[in-house]
């Protein structure tokens, strides 16, 4: 699963960068995660699973990094 930092996305609790990161559930569906790394000096908060993006709703990979960007930021500074 690979971490993405979310531009202009700040943890709430403590404001370092956040990251986001997405894995495919099945064939048509991937989830969206929004964590604060501590191993990057946060404070590890985990936000958990904060969206889906359906595969059917977008193209191509880079598609879906922007989608999922946009579901992050809604819940980071
Ligand atoms: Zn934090």
């Not at 969206?51 to 990094?65: L, P």
Request: net charge negative; glycine share 10%.
């Amino acid at each position: 699963m690979l971490a993405h930092k979310i531009k202009d996305g700040k943890c709430p609790n403590c404001g370092e960068k956040a990251v986001y990161s997405s894995t495919e559930e099945n064939s048509s569906i991937w989830k969206v995660y929004v964590k604060c790394e501590e191993d990057d000096g946060g404070c590890g908060r985990d936000f958990g699973r904060v969206g889906v993006i359906k595969r059917s709703n977008i193209d191509h990979t880079d598609q879906m990094h922007e989608k999922a960007e946009k579901i992050a930021e809604k819940f980071v500074d």
